[in-house]
């Protein structure tokens, strides 16, 4: 009887868990479709094939490129009300043309944007005139820039984009992306209502700019501060000289005016983190009339002063630089400032960032869908290789050119100053090439290494003047080294073999030659 018992009360157990078992597995069942169901609805209700963080430059000219391919896009602004900066204000004929090609060129019409034609160059009291080159069998658009103000420009952009009816432009703050399994599968973000929501993509497009606050959840990339840009606006009036960006060779660094309107003129100069004036209580104001003002020609001192004496809102940017670093994290990729900055001096932010977004639209072109997480992940790597002819290019003479333009009591130093702007003033071949370099005419490494290497030769050949002494071949050897030291390292991190292996800037060139019909 007992054994009987016994049995009983094992079977009744077996037949509890058994039942328990079922019941739970059956239930886990329901909930993972009813999750699955949820996460499909979520999906389809996103309607989006790409999420782009950010409506700047980067982001507004991605989304109606993409959207032109077909593509329905969902761009997230933080704020759609035209942003106020003194940055992103110049655009180098390389830009234009990488505008046209994107199908954008009309939206440097309507905002009073002035044409560019080159740079005045002013030192010790000396003026050079340095043009694009109105010849370049490399470059088949008008070599002129232009200058406006950047508000303007991304709001015109802005409706360009949205125009297109699979584009989905909202304001809204992402707060964070959704991963899963290593794969960036969207966003999650609170709209302008402050309701919080989910949205999905194959492809998360970061292009928020330099205060990016996904960065660091793509990667450990840290940007650098160098300096500070100073700037403020000198209203109602023009320049002697419109059609010119007027560079200054100044101390403590470079200051510059350029026409950003029809009516007003840019005032903008370099200070560093140990010598910064406070803007509150007028101690930046004075700096500008007592150090500034003194070092800025006369025929451009006036306006350059005008602003300051009317009371204009001074503002400050940091400067910064940034080397591009993917991210291991699939589904996502960074754009814009968000991925890599250089110094401002050579004004190709902009023209880097086209650059990045032709590319970018032509490797993802051949793809019916991109919902291949491994197929768009071995996309973003070729993207980063075949960018690295033109950012690479670009951000070295950056480096190198705002080096030069630090004034410094060292008399190496000093030499090479004075060498790039004889250099620039020497016409010819040299100023054309140089310029070309800068306004994204013709961005290849190569050139970029013979040209400075003839800067470092003028510059050693004064230092030898007229004839080599002891201290004149030590400073020389001293310019030598500082310009190994301005090249070497830069063009290490950019990656020697993707700047000049062939089959790279083979790759690159059918980027930028490559004509679109948007």
């Known amino acids: ?42 999906h389809k209700d996103s309607d989006a094939d790409v999420i782009i963080v950010g409506a700047g430059i980067g982001g507004s000219a991605l989304a109606y490129a993409l959207a032109k391919d077909g593509r329905r896009v969902h761009v997230i602004e933080r704020d759609m009300r035209e942003p106020e900066r003194m940055m992103g204000e110049f655009m180098q004929p390389g830009g234009r043309l990488m505008l046209s090609k994107l199908g954008l ?19 010790d009291g000396k003026e050079a005139v340095a043009p694009f080159p109105v010849e370049n069998n490399n470059f088949s658009y008008e070599p002129t820039g232009r200058c406006f103000y950047n508000g303007r420009f991304v709001q015109r952009l802005r409706q360009k984009a949205s125009s297109l009816p699979n584009v989905k432009l909202e304001e809204g703050t992402v707060k964070s992306l959704i991963e899963e399994k290593g794969v960036i599968k969207g966003v999650t973000y609170k709209n302008k209502s402050g309701e919080e929501i989910t949205a999905f ?21 840290n940007a650098k ?11 109602n009036c023009r320049l002697e000289e419109p059609e010119k960006l007027h ?47 003194p070092q800025v020609p006369l025929k451009l001192r006036k306006l350059f002063l005008k602003g300051i004496d009317e009371g204009a809102q001074i503002k400050t940017m940091p400067t910064k630089s940034m080397g591009a670093t993917l991210s291991e994290k699939k589904g996502v990729i960074l754009l814009g400032d968000a991925f890599n900055m250089r110094h401002p001096a050579v004004a190709s ?14 490797l993802l072109k051949p793809l019916s869908n991109l919902g291949d997480a491994n197929k768009i992940s071995e996309i973003i790597k070729s993207f980063y290789v075949i960018r690295k002819p033109m950012s690479a290019t670009v951000n070295t003479i950056g480096n190198a050119f705002s080096q030069v333009l630090i004034a ?11 060498g790039c702007y004889d250099y620039l003033s020497s016409g010819g071949f040299r100023t054309s090439g140089l310029m070309a370099l800068l306004g994204g005419m013709n961005p290849r490494p190569l050139s970029l290494i013979y040209h400075l290497c003839l800067i470092t030769i003028s510059s050693i050949r004064q230092l030898l003047s007229p004839f080599p002494s002891p201290l004149g071949i030590w400073q020389s050897l001293k310019l030598f080294g500082l310009s190994i030291q301005m090249l070497i390292p830069h063009l290490k991190a950019e990656g020697f073999s993707q700047m000049f292996f062939p089959t790279y800037a083979a790759a690159y060139r059918k980027s930028y030659m490559a004509t679109t019909a948007l």
């Open 1 to 42: 009887m007992n054994m009987a018992f016994t049995h009983a009360c094992l079977w009744t157990l077996l037949a509890f868990v058994l039942t328990w078992t079922v019941f739970y597995v059956t239930n886990r069942r329901k909930k993972a479709t009813k999750l699955a169901d949820t996460v499909a609805e979520e």
């Open 105 to 123: 060129q009309d939206c440097l019409e309507e905002i009073d944007a002035q044409k560019a034609i080159g740079l005045a160059v002013y030192k």
């Open 201 to 221: 993509a194959p492809l998360t497009v970061v292009c928020d700019g330099c205060y990016s606050n996904l960065r660091r959840s793509l990667n450990d990339n």
């Open 225 to 235: 501060v160098l300096s500070y840009q100073v700037g403020y606006i000198s209203k």
């Open 247 to 293: 560079l200054i060779m100044a101390k403590p660094s470079y200051t510059m005016l350029y026409q950003v309107s029809s009516t007003d003129v840019r005032c903008v100069f370099e200070l560093f983190p140990d010598n910064m004036p406070s803007i509150s209580n007028g101690e930046m104001a004075t700096f500008v009339k007592n150090t500034i003002a």
């Open 349 to 362: 932010g902009m023209m880097v960032l086209l650059s990045d977004i032709l590319i970018l639209r032509r």
């Open 408 to 418: 410094s009591t060292d008399e190496a130093k000093e030499a090479m100053r004075q």
